[in-house]
């Protein structure tokens, strides 16, 4: 079984500034790890995953994440924030041989002008 | 290539009542995840398809209930609906299943269902 904790609910940031959305997990099996980004009203977009292979995953619209297994986090950044990444983030683990998504609780983004 | 589409967008039941909800996959896709966002919450698993035989449930009791046409479009029925029942249900699609698969799943924007 797979479970992730999404550490802040919300997350409030100057456009400009690092942004830093943080995600530990656990599972019993190597997991594939995803991040989600939901805009108000809408479904889920893939932000970017880690199979396997190389663990500093780059994703769309400049966001990146690496995959730690020894701390067993898979944290998102993003260099410097925009208005337009004002959204939910939910962090997502599955068991490689079943892709069962389970979600962490979300964060908050907000961009302060 | 067409995205996942579901329908309805919205919909209003009393409690009691049946609802199906509906999902149509990515051009391509074989498999079909439901998920249960509870507001404030992240998505909750309830049932995978995967060529028309239900491959997996989470916590959800037998009241949620599916189906997937050769098509491989899938409909997603709760009986009995509870207010508790009050969320946005997500379909994703995706290739595949297991070890082998092309592992990202496409998500359709959600029925939001609320039960007064």
């Known amino acids: 079984a797979q479970s992730v904790t999404q550490l802040g609910s919300h997350v409030s940031v100057s456009e400009g500034a690092l942004v830093l959305l943080r995600c530990n997990y656990s599972?019993?099996?190597?997991?594939?790890l995803f991040w989600y980004v939901q805009y108000p009203n809408q479904g889920l977009q893939l932000l970017l995953k880690?199979?396997?292979?190389?663990?500093l995953v780059k994703g769309i619209n400049g966001f990146e994440a690496e995959f730690k297994k020894s701390e067993t986090s898979f944290h998102l950044t993003k260099p410097s924030a925009h208005m337009s990444d004002a959204a939910e983030y939910f962090c997502?683990?599955?068991?490689?041989?079943?892709?069962?998504?389970?979600f962490g609780a979300g964060t908050t983004v907000t961009v302060r002008a | 290539e067409t995205g996942v589409t579901q329908s309805p967008t919205h919909l209003i039941k009393t409690r009691g009542q049946q609802v199906t909800l509906r999902c149509s996959s990515q051009?391509?896709?074989?498999?079909v995840s439901w998920y249960q966002q509870a507001l404030g919450q992240g998505p909750q698993f309830i049932f995978q398809?995967?060529?028309?035989?239900e491959n997996g449930r989470g916590n959800f009791p037998p009241r949620f209930s599916g189906l997937q046409f050769p098509n491989y479009s899938s409909e997603l029925n709760v009986n009995a609906l509870e207010l508790d029942d009050s969320a946005l249900y997500l379909c994703?699609?995706?290739w595949g299943w297991g070890a082998a698969m092309n592992t990202e799943a496409f998500f359709g924007q959600g029925t939001r269902l609320t039960v007064v």
């Open positions: 599972s019993s099996v190597p997991p594939y």
């Open positions: 051009s391509g896709h074989n498999t």
């Open positions: 997502a683990v599955s068991d490689r041989h079943d892709y069962k998504l389970s």
């Open positions: 994703a699609s995706s």
């Open positions: 880690y199979t396997t292979g190389a663990t």
């Open positions: 398809y995967y060529r028309e035989e």
